[in-house]
């Protein structure tokens, strides 16, 4: 098979499956040479990272598909393999695995600056939060098993990480859109997972 080919037919994956395959890349970095997890902890790395990409990337495309636009997510072959490469040997967490494709056909909606893109790039970040925030109020309001704490803990950490990195207001970055569509909703946003992080950061 042909390498063309086969970067076509991973690029073109039911989206179910691309989901497997993006949480799989995730997973390789607590496999990596800079960890020396038990598998409980590999376990709940992985699954907080997984509930900080997951949400995010299904919070596009509800999105978009509310305002009538063509959506899924998709891997993008050159950064799955970026991403499992660095995930392995570099001592930090990347996700470039995949994305959410979105069409909204003709001239509706998607230019720089406009309310449709800007609502949909926002959507992963405010869900990022939302998951963020929840996590932490049953970590720290609810006695529960020091395990199940060290999950939510992790899941809080992550989703704000997650959604404060994704406001870089540049290039392919959700902040960028956010910020040409409405610079208070970025200020907003950063602002609160500077917050989380900031909290998270006494635990």
Known sequence: MAFDEIMYRIQNMNEALSFVVAILSIAVHFLSPFYSHSLDEFLVYTGAATLAIVPHELAHRQTARRYGCYSRFQLFPQ?????VLLNF?????????????ISCGG???????SELA???????PI????????SLGLAVFYPLP?????????????????????????????GYKIFRWNKGAWI?????????????GGI
């Open 146 to 174: 020091y395990l199940v704490q060290f999950f939510l803990v992790n899941t809080a950490y992550i989703n704000a990480f997650v959604g404060l990195f994704n406001m870089i207001p540049f290039g392919v970055f959700d």
């Open 107 to 113: 001239f509706y909606g998607m230019g720089e600056g």
């Open 118 to 124: 800007g609502k949909t790039a926002v959507a992963g």
């Open 89 to 101: 040997f570099a001592p930090f967490l990347i996700f470039t695995s995949g994305y959410t494709a």
């Open 188 to 200: 907003v946003v950063v602002l609160a997972s500077l917050g989380l992080l900031f909290f998270l």
């Open 127 to 134: 869900t990022n939060l939302v998951v963020a925030g929840i």
């Open 79 to 83: 950064g799955l393999i970026l991403t």
